[in-house]
Structure formats: structure tokens, C-alpha cells
């Protein structure tokens, strides 16, 4: 598929994003905030996205420990995204996450970030390191890499 949609959906201004963005409440449960609110409000679809990101169906899963979930996709016939994971996801809310994008068509990397505070004096953010968990086409397996220690992991490593 491409990350285009029908001309109809594009006149309705729906499925034309290609870059998406979830916060996640602290039970796990992905949605957007509400207006003027840090309270999540859980989201059944995403309709501004191109199908692409609809289809991962991220915003239908459980991520405890996540507090961002970030997700982007680029055109071409064959989808090639990426899904980024901030806070401190479980490994429960990884493996989730793994499962969905091996579903997905095309080549997607997964990466995790840790979450990152706004400092006492309010300037800018402290940034946790963000390490590639996992890349490739969906149709084969994933490979795992730990960007810390520089190696590749088995692809059948649980979080």
C-alpha cells in the first residue's frame, strides 16, 4: 500500500497524516489529551492517519509504563515507518508492540526512549537515550539490536 488515501478522505481532511502521536495514561491505555488537559482520553481510531498507522492498531493495545507513543511513516509503495516508545515501557507493552509491526506490511524499526522531565527551571528537556529495539520487513524476523553494549540480540529475545 501507499500512504496515500481515497481523494474522498482527503477532501473530508481524514487519512493524511503520516506522523501520529499517542500520550499514554498511567494504566497503559494509548489516546490524546484532552483539550487544555494532561488527561488521556483512549481513542477507537485514528482517522487524521494515513491506513498505514491505522492498521498497526498501537492505539488499541495495552503499553504500561509507556508515556509516549510516536509513530511515522513514509510514502513509496512499500510502507517503511517507525514506531517510537517513551517512558518505561514493560516488556509486556515491547513485546505488544513488536507483535503489531510484525503484522504490519512493509519495514518498520521500533525504537525505545527513555522518558525525559522537564528540568526545575522549565528550560527544555531532559532527553533519555532512544536505542533501536528492533528493524526490518515484516515478513522476516526482526533483528534486536542493544545500542548500549553495541551487539545484536537474538531475534527471539523477550523484553
Not at 489529551?33 to 493495545?61: K, N, Q
Not at 503499553?63 to 515501557?89: C, K, Q
Not at 516488556?91 to 525525559?116: C, D, I, K, Y
Not at 522531565?117 to 528492533?134: P, T
Request: net charge positive; glycine share 14%; with cysteine.
Amino acid at each position: 500500500g501507499t500512504t496515500s488515501c481515497a481523494p474522498a478522505a482527503q477532501r473530508a481532511g481524514l487519512g493524511w497524516r503520516t506522523r501520529v502521536q499517542l500520550a499514554v495514561d498511567p494504566a497503559g491505555t494509548p489516546g490524546a489529551h484532552a483539550a487544555g488537559s494532561h488527561d488521556v482520553v483512549p481513542v477507537a481510531t485514528l482517522p487524521l492517519a494515513v491506513p498505514e498507522l491505522e492498521a498497526l492498531g498501537l492505539h488499541r493495545l495495552s503499553l504500561p509504563g509507556a508515556e509516549r507513543v510516536e509513530m511515522a511513516v513514509g510514502s513509496g509503495p512499500e510502507p517503511t515507518g517507525a514506531v517510537i516508545v517513551s517512558g518505561a515501557p514493560s516488556a509486556a507493552a515491547l513485546t505488544a508492540v513488536r507483535t503489531a509491526l510484525s503484522r504490519a506490511q512493509g519495514e518498520w524499526s521500533l525504537f525505545a526512549r527513555a522518558g525525559g522531565q522537564r528540568n526545575r527551571g522549565g528550560r527544555g528537556r531532559a532527553r533519555g537515550r532512544a536505542g533501536l529495539i528492533l528493524s526490518g520487513k515484516a515478513s522476516a524476523n526482526f533483528r534486536a539490536y542493544d545500542l548500549t553494549n553495541r551487539e545484536e540480540l537474538s531475534p527471539n529475545r523477550s523484553f
